[in-house]
């Protein structure tokens, strides 16, 4: 996606962080990868995460938007996408899971 961005706009400024996430009792719940204009970087960064654990269904999503919310290093101004990917169903919300107060604060972001 940041690569197409680059080639339609040759003079987009664009930064690109990762949240990687688990749940509690694993190596780590989130970890972070600030925003970078180095695509190489992210690219090499994402390559590095291994699926691990596992065999549990719930994932700590809801402390994932937060950090992707609050913890990255958005400049002001800046158009934000948040991309939400994963293969669990987000933790102690199975059935009824609304998108946490993160959410709704990215949203009404500018």
Avoid: C
Wanted: proline share 5%; glycine share 8%; charged share 25%.
């Amino acid at each position: 996606i940041a690569t197409h961005i680059r080639e339609v706009d040759k003079n987009a400024d664009v930064h690109v962080g990762l949240v990687a996430y688990r749940d509690l009792g694993d190596a780590y719940v989130t970890k972070d990868f600030n925003l970078s204009g180095d695509l190489d970087a992210v690219f090499t960064e994402l390559s590095s995460y291994q699926a691990a654990g596992g065999g549990d269904v719930p994932e700590d999503v809801d402390a994932a938007m937060y950090d992707a919310v609050h913890k990255m290093a958005w400049r002001n101004g800046a158009k934000k996408m948040i991309f939400l990917v994963g293969d669990a169903a987000p933790r102690a919300r199975l059935i009824t899971w609304k998108p946490p107060e993160s959410v709704r604060i990215a949203r009404a972001s500018p």
